[in-house]
């Protein structure tokens, strides 16, 4: 079964993803991650996002999918999880054109969705160590001295992209740049909504339902 997998900052998604790759032996195809390999191996296509990215400027979609056509091209028949892309109705379009090239196809688009309160408890709970970066959080796993790390004595912080007015614009932004895609998968036919509460593995047992396979 091949996949396109979307949820918010906090929403887990990482974590799905770990947990779908290793029991459903998919592959994970992250476009921040085709970047950096495509940058680092100095391919053609590699070496024209990093012109743009140098310059400060978003990629363009054509350049995009040039990468991710590279990469289902080499899948030989292993299913995969598009993992942050498409971003829009456009980069969705661009898409479907492309599988229908490769003679492939996404069976389901999955959101995983999770409460906005929730999520600014989540990501605004966030603390870091200032000194080793060691990762914290002030409800569910704090360190054991107020303010003080736990493997380095270090300061212990919130960074200013995790106070809870920048994380809340984040996540009002996310929603209202992703609400086109849910009405473009649903009008064909491929969306799927997971409630990401509970733990890791709750959130995969109704991953699995919703996929119609069977847990592991």
Excluded: W
């Amino acid at each position: 079964m091949n996949l396109i997998l979307f949820g918010p900052p906090g929403a887990g998604k990482g974590t799905q993803s770990e947990l779908l790759i290793k029991r459903m032996n998919m592959r994970q195809i992250s476009t921040g991650d085709l970047f950096r390999a495509a940058i680092k191996n100095q391919t053609p296509l590699g070496q024209e996002a990093k012109g743009y990215l140098d310059a400060g400027k978003l990629v363009p979609d054509s350049v995009t999918i040039g990468l991710v056509r590279e990469v289902l091209s080499q899948l030989k028949g292993q299913s995969f999880i598009l993992d942050g892309f498409p971003r829009n109705v456009a980069q969705a379009e661009a898409l479907e054109k492309l599988l229908k090239d490769l003679n492939l196809k996404v069976e389901r688009s999955l959101f995983l969705e999770v409460p906005l309160d929730e999520l600014l408890s989540r990501l605004a709970g966030r603390r870091v160590c200032k000194n080793c970066g060691a990762v914290y959080h002030a409800r569910s796993k704090p360190p054991k001295q107020d303010g003080v790390c736990d493997a380095c004595a270090g300061p212990v912080i919130q960074r200013p992209d995790d106070k809870e007015e920048v994380v809340r614009t984040r996540l009002e932004t996310y929603e209202a740049s992703t609400k086109p895609l849910k009405d473009y998968y649903k009008a064909n036919g491929l969306y799927v909504e997971v409630i990401g509460l509970g733990t890791s593995e709750e959130v995969y047992e109704r991953i699995s339902k919703a996929l119609q396979v069977k847990a592991h």
